[in-house]
Structures are given as C-alpha cells and as structure tokens.
C-alpha cells in the first residue's frame, strides 16, 4: 500500500498569511517529481511557483485555480510509492487543514519556510462568471499552457481557457496577442432597464474582487498615510548637465546593452545625498520607541504592472557602481513587469524612487512606503524656457527641466533634514560633477 503526504501551504514570504491559486501545473493521476514545479500561486506580494517536496502520483488536489487558501492548508497529496485512486479538489475528505491526520504524520512544507496554524478552511474568491471554466480545468488530463502570469491574467479576466489558444510567442508560449485573438472583438456591454429612480442613463456597472498585489497595495497605503504624518516638498531643476552625461556615459563601453535612463541619475544622486541625511533612511520602531537608522540602503523602485503597484529594491544599492546599478535597476522593472519579483526583493526596503515622468505627469505628492522614511518622485523631463545667468548678464534659454517631489515622515525628521536631502539630489542632478567632491 502507498503512503500519502500532504504538501501544505508555505509561508513564501514574510508573515503572509493566505495567498490565491493561479495555475495548477499537474492534474489527478500524474506522476511529479521532487523539485517539479506543480503549482503557481500569487500571494500579496508576488506570483510565485513552488516545486514539489515529494515523488510519486497526485493524488488529490484540494483547491481550484482561484481558490485563496491560507497558509498551512493542504494544497496537494501524493500518493509516495504506488498509485493510489485520485480524488477530486472538492472531494477531499474534510476542509482544508481537517485532513491533516495524525500529529505522527509529516506535513510537507518548502526548506525554509515555516508552518502556520491549519486551522482555518480555504475560501472561494467571487470570480466573474466567465472564468469559471478556466477555474474548472485543473480536474483535467490536459498538459498544461505556457504563458506568463500576466498573460494567464488577462486570460481569466476575458474569460479565455489557455488550453484552447494557438501559441505564437517564443518557445511555444502564449502571448497577450493570442490571448486578445481567442477572444475575439469584444461584446457591447449587455443593456440593463434602470431601476426605479434611476436616470436614464444609467449602465450598470462592473465588481472587481480585490486580491493579491492589489488588496496588499490598498492596506500598505492606508496603513502609511494614516500612521506616518507625511510632508511633502517639490523643487524644479534644471537637469541639462545630467543628460548630456547621459549621452557620454551611453557611448562608454561598460555600459554597452544597458538603457540609459534619467532615472538612473536620480537613483544615484538620492544614494549620494542620503550620505548627509541618514535620518531620511531610517524607521520608527513603534514598540520599543526608538529610531533605527539603517547603515546600508536597499533602494526601491516602484514598478507598475498589470497585478498593481509593486516596489521591489536592490539591495546595499549604495555599494554599486553606476553600471551595477543600472543592471539592477534594468532587470528589477523586467522582472516586475512579467510578474516573476521574488518576495526576498519586496521585503527590506529603506527608501523608495518613484518615476511619475513615464506617465507624462510634472509631479505628484508620493505615499511612503510602510515602514520608510522617505520616497522621491521623479517626474516628466522636458524642453522649457528657463533663466540662465552668468557673467554676460541673464538670458532666457531652453533648457532640460524636471520637477522632485520628496515626502517623508515628519516623526524621523523635521523641515530641515528633508529639505536638505531635496536640494543635495538637487544641486547634484544640476551639477553632476559635484558628486566628485
């Protein structure tokens, strides 16, 4: 007879507590090995695969793509040393964490990560109607679709099963382009009669559940801007030196591959300029009512991607040369956008640069991130009419401009330290050869 072993959920972060069923890899029946990635899950954090701990045949499944399931519920059992007759997600035995079985039995958990109480059941996330044939399809026999996170996601949302569409991207995988193909020109949304007292206009209107990176974004940003008393301040530089440092630094040779961007500059000034306001990379330690200033600095960089807003950092960015810190940043926003951010880059930060710029906007008065001091906003780098003065007297030329925009926590530091940290990034991305000094 073979013995079962029920792989329950890690805790692939730090504290998490749940975390969503995005894809199932294997179905009922397979035979997986150990380290076979078996399921993708996506927690407040990130999207995140996990392998296997056991060799042997599935065999039961104990959530559906969808599911939110807490941490230390079972999500799979594999029959280890024979085949053993599978069961199907809802017909295991008990909600989850109930088929646990005796304290004697081992409860497999990833290297690393530690259990939680199991005591809780799953609960269904409300989906629209439309992807639940998507959802259903882990009960199958069908191999799995490749497609990235967000390609998957834009699936679910237009209700579009990955097994039915013809992959075009690279190495057989599927693109947002098929995606969009399968599922053809979108419908006129569907003509509701307004209810009593409702205007004639009215068009009903569209529920989105908030999960995963979104619903962690919403509590992060409440829980900042109703804790850490924030103060922002703007200054408009003129950034003409720094960008024709940007063409020379381009043309040089260890920089060859890597896009040369403004942010670049502004990332480097930042790390220079915190050298002078170590308050401004610091936290306030709530509990045993002390400031903690931080001798190292892991930079985030905020990145917006189709799940939400994430700020994945780099870490000890202060010890990069300028072309580390490029590739850092470079292959950070990469990762971000096809959803693969690991959840060791989310945790750890210190300070925060946000690039509004990308977006055509001038400024913005950013929220901090939780548990820093400080985030600077990068805005739009334009052409504009600007004063310049020199020994002939003042003349108006056209000139590179960009506006920063710094908030940061008035209990770690007053006016003084956060206005010199703005003007120090300031005076150095208007004389970058001050960083010499």
């Known amino acids: 007879m073979p013995t079962t072993e029920d792989f329950c959920l890690p805790d692939v972060g730090e504290g998490l507590t749940e975390a969503d069923i995005l894809q199932w890899t294997v179905a009922l029946g397979d035979t997986v090995e150990v380290n076979q990635i078996i399921v993708e899950i996506e927690t407040a954090k990130a999207a995140v695969e996990l392998p296997s701990p056991y060799a042997g045949t599935v065999a039961a499944l104990h959530a559906a793509e969808g599911d939110t399931v807490p941490v230390g519920a079972p999500l799979i059992t594999i029959a280890v040393g024979g085949p053993e007759e599978p069961v199907e997600p809802d017909a295991a035995a008990g909600p989850a964490g109930s088929d646990q079985g005796d304290a004697g039995e081992r409860t497999a958990l990833l290297v690393g990560y530690g259990p939680r109480d199991a005591g809780t059941a799953r609960r269904r996330t409300a989906r629209p109607a439309a992807s639940t ?3 259903s399809a882990s009960t199958g026999t069908v191999s799995r679709p490749s497609a990235k996170p967000p390609v998957r996601k834009l699936a679910k949302s237009l209700g579009v099963d990955l097994r039915t569409v013809l992959p075009t991207g690279p190495h057989g995988t599927i693109s947002r382009e098929d995606v969009h193909l399968a599922a053809g020109p979108p419908s006129p949304p569907p003509r509701e009669s307004p209810s009593p007292g409702a205007g004639a206009n009215s068009r009903g209107e569209t529920r989105i559940a908030i999960r995963g990176v979104r619903k962690h974004m919403a509590a992060a940003m409440v829980a900042s801007a109703f804790t850490a008393p924030h103060v922002t301040e703007f200054v408009t530089v003129d ?4 960008m024709r440092l940007r063409e020379l630094v381009g043309a040089r040779r260890e920089f060859a591959g890597i896009r040369i961007s403004p942010m670049l500059f502004v ?6 300029a915190l050298r002078g306001t170590p308050e401004l990379n610091s936290v306030w330690d709530e509990s045993r009512q002390e400031i903690v200033l931080k001798h190292y600095i892991n930079l985030g960089v905020a990145a917006a ?3 939400g807003l994430v700020v994945p950092n ?3 960015a202060d ?10 940043i470079a292959q950070l926003a990469t990762t971000a956008r096809e959803g693969r951010t690991e959840p060791r880059d989310l945790a750890g930060g210190t300070v925060t640069l946000t690039n509004v710029g990308v977006f055509g906007v001038d400024t913005g008065t950013p929220i901090l991130n939780p548990g820093e001091a400080a985030i600077l906003a990068l805005g739009a780098v334009r052409r504009t009419p600007w004063v310049v003065q020199d020994q002939a007297g003042e003349r108006i030329e056209p000139r590179w401009t960009a506006q920063l925009a710094l908030s940061f926590d008035h209990r770690l ?3 003084r330290q956060g206005s010199r940290l703005l003007a120090d990034v300031a005076d150095l991305l208007r004389e970058p050869g001050l960083a010499m000094l």
């Open 133 to 135: 044939g998507a959802a």
């Open 239 to 242: 950034v003409s030196e720094t």
């Open 267 to 272: 990332a480097k000034a930042l790390l220079l």
């Open 305 to 307: 991607t189709d799940r």
């Open 314 to 316: 780099i870490k000890d």
């Open 319 to 328: 010890l990069l040369s300028m072309p580390e810190l490029a590739r850092a």
């Open 413 to 415: 530091a007053d006016g």
